[in-house]
Protein backbone atom coordinates (compact mmCIF):
# COMPACT_ATOMS: atom_id res chain seq x y z
CA UNK A 1 0.00 0.00 0.00
CA UNK A 2 2.87 2.56 0.99
CA UNK A 3 4.48 1.97 -2.45
CA UNK A 4 1.37 2.36 -4.69
CA UNK A 5 0.36 5.40 -2.62
CA UNK A 6 3.03 7.43 -4.48
CA UNK A 7 2.18 6.61 -7.72
CA UNK A 8 -1.67 7.35 -7.03
CA UNK A 9 -1.46 10.72 -6.17
CA UNK A 10 -0.08 12.17 -9.15
CA UNK A 11 -3.33 10.90 -11.04
CA UNK A 12 -5.98 11.74 -8.32
CA UNK A 13 -4.01 15.56 -8.45
CA UNK A 14 -4.10 15.58 -12.07
CA UNK A 15 -7.78 14.50 -11.91
CA UNK A 16 -8.67 17.35 -9.90
CA UNK A 17 -6.61 19.99 -11.15
CA UNK A 18 -8.45 19.00 -14.73
CA UNK A 19 -11.79 18.97 -13.30
CA UNK A 20 -10.95 22.77 -11.87
CA UNK A 21 -9.40 23.84 -15.11
CA UNK A 22 -12.62 22.79 -16.29
CA UNK A 23 -15.31 24.39 -14.15
CA UNK A 24 -12.91 27.81 -14.83
CA UNK A 25 -13.35 27.47 -18.52
CA UNK A 26 -16.70 26.76 -18.47
CA UNK A 27 -17.68 29.74 -16.01
CA UNK A 28 -15.37 31.88 -18.26
CA UNK A 29 -17.10 30.78 -21.18
CA UNK A 30 -20.68 31.56 -19.73
CA UNK A 31 -19.38 34.98 -18.34
CA UNK A 32 -18.29 35.80 -22.10
CA UNK A 33 -21.03 35.09 -23.47
CA UNK A 34 -23.79 36.16 -21.68
CA UNK A 35 -21.87 39.75 -20.85
CA UNK A 36 -20.88 40.08 -24.59
CA UNK A 37 -24.56 39.22 -25.68
CA UNK A 38 -26.11 42.17 -23.63
CA UNK A 39 -23.49 45.03 -24.84
CA UNK A 40 -24.08 43.85 -28.43
CA UNK A 41 -27.80 43.99 -27.84
CA UNK A 42 -27.70 47.12 -26.61
CA UNK A 43 -25.78 48.65 -29.19
CA UNK A 44 -28.00 46.64 -31.95
CA UNK A 45 -31.25 48.21 -29.85
CA UNK A 46 -30.17 52.03 -29.11
CA UNK A 47 -26.92 52.94 -30.52
CA UNK A 48 -27.49 56.02 -32.45
CA UNK A 49 -25.20 54.56 -34.93
CA UNK A 50 -27.27 51.36 -35.70
CA UNK A 51 -30.63 54.05 -35.60
CA UNK A 52 -33.30 51.22 -36.02
CA UNK A 53 -35.96 51.43 -34.36
CA UNK A 54 -37.29 48.10 -35.00
CA UNK A 55 -36.89 45.80 -31.68
CA UNK A 56 -39.70 42.98 -32.21
CA UNK A 57 -37.64 42.30 -35.57
CA UNK A 58 -34.31 42.32 -34.11
CA UNK A 59 -35.86 39.60 -31.12
CA UNK A 60 -37.46 37.68 -34.56
CA UNK A 61 -34.10 37.07 -36.37
CA UNK A 62 -32.94 35.61 -33.27
CA UNK A 63 -35.08 33.29 -32.96
CA UNK A 64 -34.99 32.32 -36.76
CA UNK A 65 -31.15 32.04 -35.52
CA UNK A 66 -31.73 29.85 -33.01
CA UNK A 67 -34.43 27.69 -35.73
CA UNK A 68 -31.65 27.44 -38.23
CA UNK A 69 -29.12 26.03 -35.59
CA UNK A 70 -31.63 23.20 -34.20
CA UNK A 71 -32.12 22.38 -37.97
CA UNK A 72 -28.06 22.37 -38.61
CA UNK A 73 -27.53 20.18 -35.42
CA UNK A 74 -30.24 18.40 -36.90
CA UNK A 75 -29.05 17.58 -40.18
CA UNK A 76 -25.37 16.78 -38.74
CA UNK A 77 -27.42 14.33 -36.69
CA UNK A 78 -28.14 12.61 -39.23
CA UNK A 79 -24.77 12.47 -40.98
CA UNK A 80 -23.09 12.16 -38.17
CA UNK A 81 -24.49 10.87 -35.15
CA UNK A 82 -21.16 10.75 -32.75
CA UNK A 83 -20.81 14.37 -33.47
CA UNK A 84 -23.44 16.06 -31.65
CA UNK A 85 -24.17 13.44 -29.39
CA UNK A 86 -22.46 15.01 -26.58
CA UNK A 87 -24.79 17.90 -26.69
CA UNK A 88 -28.00 15.82 -26.15
CA UNK A 89 -29.22 16.82 -29.16
CA UNK A 90 -32.78 15.39 -30.62
CA UNK A 91 -34.14 14.38 -33.59
CA UNK A 92 -36.27 17.08 -34.82
CA UNK A 93 -40.08 16.64 -35.43
CA UNK A 94 -42.56 19.15 -35.69
CA UNK A 95 -45.90 17.58 -34.24
CA UNK A 96 -49.33 19.53 -34.67
CA UNK A 97 -49.74 18.54 -31.33
CA UNK A 98 -46.78 19.66 -29.59
CA UNK A 99 -47.14 22.83 -31.14
CA UNK A 100 -50.47 23.17 -29.47
CA UNK A 101 -49.40 21.78 -26.32
CA UNK A 102 -46.04 24.07 -26.06
CA UNK A 103 -48.00 27.33 -27.74
CA UNK A 104 -48.86 28.63 -24.04
CA UNK A 105 -45.28 28.45 -22.95
CA UNK A 106 -44.27 30.03 -26.14
CA UNK A 107 -46.28 33.43 -25.73
CA UNK A 108 -44.89 33.64 -22.36
CA UNK A 109 -41.61 33.39 -23.88
CA UNK A 110 -42.46 35.66 -26.22
CA UNK A 111 -43.10 37.76 -23.76
CA UNK A 112 -40.44 37.59 -21.89
CA UNK A 113 -37.56 37.91 -24.50
CA UNK A 114 -39.38 41.01 -26.38
CA UNK A 115 -39.83 42.12 -22.60
CA UNK A 116 -35.73 42.15 -21.83
CA UNK A 117 -34.97 43.28 -25.38
CA UNK A 118 -37.07 46.40 -24.18
CA UNK A 119 -35.70 47.04 -21.43
CA UNK A 120 -32.54 46.76 -22.38
CA UNK A 121 -33.22 49.13 -24.83
CA UNK A 122 -34.48 51.63 -22.57
CA UNK A 123 -32.55 51.43 -19.65
CA UNK A 124 -28.53 51.69 -19.59
CA UNK A 125 -26.19 48.32 -19.21
CA UNK A 126 -25.03 49.07 -15.70
CA UNK A 127 -28.48 49.86 -14.66
CA UNK A 128 -29.56 46.39 -16.50
CA UNK A 129 -29.34 43.75 -13.90
CA UNK A 130 -31.10 45.92 -11.35
CA UNK A 131 -33.74 47.13 -13.59
CA UNK A 132 -34.41 43.11 -13.66
CA UNK A 133 -33.63 42.34 -10.60
CA UNK A 134 -37.90 41.35 -9.23
CA UNK A 135 -37.72 38.13 -11.11
CA UNK A 136 -37.37 36.38 -7.79
CA UNK A 137 -39.69 38.54 -5.77
CA UNK A 138 -42.22 36.99 -8.69
CA UNK A 139 -41.07 33.35 -8.54
CA UNK A 140 -42.03 34.04 -4.63
CA UNK A 141 -45.44 35.14 -5.40
CA UNK A 142 -46.04 32.94 -8.97
CA UNK A 143 -44.99 29.91 -6.88
CA UNK A 144 -48.06 30.37 -4.10
CA UNK A 145 -50.75 31.95 -6.49
CA UNK A 146 -50.00 29.33 -9.47
CA UNK A 147 -48.54 26.15 -7.75
CA UNK A 148 -49.64 27.06 -4.25
CA UNK A 149 -46.40 26.44 -2.11
CA UNK A 150 -45.97 28.57 0.96
CA UNK A 151 -42.50 29.94 0.62
CA UNK A 152 -40.57 30.55 4.43
CA UNK A 153 -39.96 33.44 6.06
CA UNK A 154 -35.82 33.73 5.24
CA UNK A 155 -36.98 33.68 1.67
CA UNK A 156 -39.49 36.52 1.99
CA UNK A 157 -36.90 38.84 3.85
CA UNK A 158 -34.30 38.12 1.05
CA UNK A 159 -36.77 39.12 -1.53
CA UNK A 160 -37.73 42.55 0.74
CA UNK A 161 -34.10 42.95 0.68
CA UNK A 162 -33.80 42.87 -3.02
CA UNK A 163 -36.89 44.94 -3.23
CA UNK A 164 -35.56 47.75 -1.25
CA UNK A 165 -32.25 47.00 -3.56
CA UNK A 166 -34.78 48.21 -6.21
CA UNK A 167 -36.28 51.09 -4.89
CA UNK A 168 -33.30 52.49 -4.19
CA UNK A 169 -31.92 52.16 -7.81
CA UNK A 170 -34.79 53.67 -9.49
CA UNK A 171 -34.43 56.30 -6.82
CA UNK A 172 -30.69 57.23 -7.48
CA UNK A 173 -31.23 56.49 -11.41
CA UNK A 174 -33.90 58.94 -11.58
CA UNK A 175 -31.47 61.80 -9.34
CA UNK A 176 -29.08 60.93 -12.10
CA UNK A 177 -31.37 62.07 -14.92
CA UNK A 178 -30.92 58.38 -16.79
CA UNK A 179 -34.28 56.99 -15.84
CA UNK A 180 -37.34 56.35 -18.15
CA UNK A 181 -40.73 54.98 -16.43
CA UNK A 182 -40.54 53.02 -20.00
CA UNK A 183 -37.34 51.26 -19.38
CA UNK A 184 -38.59 50.74 -15.11
CA UNK A 185 -41.97 49.31 -17.05
CA UNK A 186 -39.93 46.67 -18.91
CA UNK A 187 -38.02 45.74 -16.62
CA UNK A 188 -40.98 44.68 -14.06
CA UNK A 189 -42.29 42.96 -16.95
CA UNK A 190 -39.28 41.46 -17.90
CA UNK A 191 -38.61 40.43 -13.98
CA UNK A 192 -42.54 38.90 -14.65
CA UNK A 193 -42.54 36.66 -17.72
CA UNK A 194 -39.06 35.10 -16.63
CA UNK A 195 -40.38 33.83 -13.78
CA UNK A 196 -43.22 32.89 -15.18
CA UNK A 197 -41.45 31.19 -17.77
CA UNK A 198 -39.85 28.76 -15.35
CA UNK A 199 -42.73 27.75 -14.06
CA UNK A 200 -44.95 27.29 -17.20
CA UNK A 201 -41.08 25.52 -18.65
CA UNK A 202 -41.79 22.87 -16.13
CA UNK A 203 -45.56 22.04 -16.70
CA UNK A 204 -44.86 21.83 -20.63
CA UNK A 205 -41.37 19.94 -20.61
CA UNK A 206 -42.85 16.45 -20.66
CA UNK A 207 -44.80 16.86 -23.89
CA UNK A 208 -41.18 17.10 -25.49
CA UNK A 209 -40.05 14.45 -23.86
CA UNK A 210 -38.06 16.51 -21.08
CA UNK A 211 -35.59 17.35 -23.76
CA UNK A 212 -34.80 21.52 -23.51
CA UNK A 213 -33.16 21.39 -26.94
CA UNK A 214 -36.63 19.87 -28.58
CA UNK A 215 -38.57 22.43 -26.37
CA UNK A 216 -36.26 25.18 -27.30
CA UNK A 217 -37.02 24.55 -31.31
CA UNK A 218 -40.88 24.29 -30.63
CA UNK A 219 -41.13 27.64 -28.88
CA UNK A 220 -39.11 29.53 -31.58
CA UNK A 221 -40.99 28.19 -34.44
CA UNK A 222 -44.27 29.48 -32.32
CA UNK A 223 -42.37 32.67 -31.47
CA UNK A 224 -41.79 33.17 -35.12
CA UNK A 225 -45.02 33.37 -35.92
CA UNK A 226 -46.32 35.26 -33.03
CA UNK A 227 -43.53 38.29 -33.85
CA UNK A 228 -44.92 37.68 -37.36
CA UNK A 229 -48.32 39.15 -36.01
CA UNK A 230 -46.42 41.76 -33.75
CA UNK A 231 -44.50 43.04 -36.24
CA UNK A 232 -47.35 43.98 -38.56
CA UNK A 233 -49.24 45.07 -35.17
CA UNK A 234 -46.49 47.23 -33.79
CA UNK A 235 -46.00 48.52 -37.68
CA UNK A 236 -42.46 48.14 -38.08
CA UNK A 237 -42.77 46.91 -41.30
CA UNK A 238 -42.30 50.06 -42.96
CA UNK A 239 -38.96 51.13 -40.41
CA UNK A 240 -37.50 47.73 -42.07
CA UNK A 241 -38.43 48.31 -45.64
CA UNK A 242 -37.12 51.63 -44.86
CA UNK A 243 -33.68 50.97 -43.45
CA UNK A 244 -30.79 52.56 -45.17
CA UNK A 245 -28.55 50.14 -43.71
CA UNK A 246 -30.71 47.36 -44.88
CA UNK A 247 -28.39 45.95 -47.18
CA UNK A 248 -25.70 46.55 -45.17
CA UNK A 249 -22.85 43.69 -44.27
CA UNK A 250 -21.56 44.98 -41.50
CA UNK A 251 -25.52 45.24 -39.95
CA UNK A 252 -26.34 41.78 -40.65
CA UNK A 253 -23.14 40.79 -39.45
CA UNK A 254 -24.39 42.04 -35.59
CA UNK A 255 -27.80 40.66 -36.46
CA UNK A 256 -26.26 37.21 -36.65
CA UNK A 257 -23.88 37.88 -33.97
CA UNK A 258 -26.32 38.17 -31.56
CA UNK A 259 -28.75 35.44 -32.79
CA UNK A 260 -25.68 32.97 -32.26
CA UNK A 261 -24.88 34.69 -28.83
CA UNK A 262 -28.83 34.05 -28.48
CA UNK A 263 -28.42 30.70 -28.99
CA UNK A 264 -24.99 29.99 -27.09
CA UNK A 265 -26.55 31.23 -23.85
CA UNK A 266 -28.77 28.04 -23.47
CA UNK A 267 -26.28 25.83 -24.20
CA UNK A 268 -23.25 27.99 -21.66
CA UNK A 269 -26.24 28.19 -19.35
CA UNK A 270 -26.96 24.14 -19.45
CA UNK A 271 -22.95 23.52 -19.30
CA UNK A 272 -22.06 25.65 -16.44
CA UNK A 273 -25.01 23.74 -14.28
CA UNK A 274 -23.68 20.49 -15.74
CA UNK A 275 -19.94 20.66 -14.11
CA UNK A 276 -20.74 22.73 -11.40
CA UNK A 277 -24.57 23.03 -9.45
CA UNK A 278 -27.19 24.70 -9.99
CA UNK A 279 -26.63 26.72 -6.72
CA UNK A 280 -22.92 27.59 -7.98
CA UNK A 281 -24.84 28.40 -11.39
CA UNK A 282 -26.84 31.04 -9.38
CA UNK A 283 -23.98 32.06 -7.73
CA UNK A 284 -21.89 32.44 -11.07
CA UNK A 285 -24.57 34.31 -12.60
CA UNK A 286 -25.01 36.89 -9.82
CA UNK A 287 -20.96 37.48 -9.92
CA UNK A 288 -21.24 38.11 -13.65
CA UNK A 289 -24.22 40.72 -13.15
CA UNK A 290 -21.59 42.57 -10.53
CA UNK A 291 -18.84 42.48 -13.05
CA UNK A 292 -20.96 43.32 -15.88
CA UNK A 293 -22.69 46.63 -13.80
CA UNK A 294 -18.26 47.37 -13.16
CA UNK A 295 -17.55 46.63 -17.05
CA UNK A 296 -20.74 48.99 -18.47
CA UNK A 297 -19.49 51.70 -16.09
CA UNK A 298 -16.15 51.56 -17.09
CA UNK A 299 -17.05 51.35 -21.17
CA UNK A 300 -19.96 53.94 -21.12
CA UNK A 301 -17.50 56.38 -18.58
CA UNK A 302 -20.74 56.40 -16.12
CA UNK A 303 -19.65 57.84 -12.83
CA UNK A 304 -22.43 56.40 -10.03
CA UNK A 305 -23.03 57.40 -6.40
CA UNK A 306 -22.21 55.44 -3.65
CA UNK A 307 -25.94 54.96 -2.82
CA UNK A 308 -26.32 53.54 -6.79
CA UNK A 309 -23.40 51.05 -5.77
CA UNK A 310 -24.91 50.32 -2.81
CA UNK A 311 -28.12 49.62 -3.64
CA UNK A 312 -26.91 47.07 -6.57
CA UNK A 313 -25.26 45.61 -3.30
CA UNK A 314 -28.31 44.77 -1.26
CA UNK A 315 -29.87 42.98 -4.87
CA UNK A 316 -26.61 40.98 -5.54
CA UNK A 317 -26.32 40.17 -1.78
CA UNK A 318 -30.63 39.46 -1.35
CA UNK A 319 -30.32 36.99 -4.87
CA UNK A 320 -27.23 35.12 -3.10
CA UNK A 321 -28.93 34.84 -0.10
CA UNK A 322 -32.45 33.43 -1.16
CA UNK A 323 -30.40 30.98 -3.77
CA UNK A 324 -28.41 29.70 -0.58
CA UNK A 325 -31.87 29.67 1.57
CA UNK A 326 -33.69 27.87 -1.33
CA UNK A 327 -30.81 25.44 -1.24
CA UNK A 328 -30.69 24.36 2.29
CA UNK A 329 -34.40 24.20 1.85
CA UNK A 330 -34.31 21.45 -0.99
CA UNK A 331 -31.20 19.59 1.29
CA UNK A 332 -33.86 19.62 4.40
CA UNK A 333 -36.73 18.44 2.62
CA UNK A 334 -34.79 15.77 0.91
CA UNK A 335 -33.24 14.53 3.71
CA UNK A 336 -36.36 14.37 5.24
CA UNK A 337 -37.57 12.06 2.54
CA UNK A 338 -35.31 9.77 3.04
CA UNK A 339 -35.21 9.59 6.85
CA UNK A 340 -38.37 6.99 7.08
CA UNK A 341 -36.92 4.33 4.82
CA UNK A 342 -33.76 4.43 6.61
CA UNK A 343 -33.54 1.62 9.83
Not at 296 to 313: M, Q, R
Request: with cysteine.
Amino acid sequence: MTLQQPLLEPIREKSLTSKYIEITLVVALYWIVSISMVFINKHILSDKSVNFDAPLFITFYQCLCTIIFCLICNCIGHLRPSWIHWLGFPKLHLRPAVIRKVFPLSIVFVGMITMNNLCLKYVGVAFYFVGRSLTTVFNVILTYFILKEITSIKAILCCIIIIIGFIIGVDQESLQGSLTITGIFFGIAASFFVSLNSIFTKSVLPAVDGNIWLLNFYNNVNALILFTILITINGELPVIYGYQNLTSLQFWSMMTLSGLLAVSIGFVTGLQIKVTSPLTHNISGTAKACAQTVLACIWYHEEKSFIWWFSNLLVIFGSAAYTRVKQLEMSLKHSLKRQPSEP
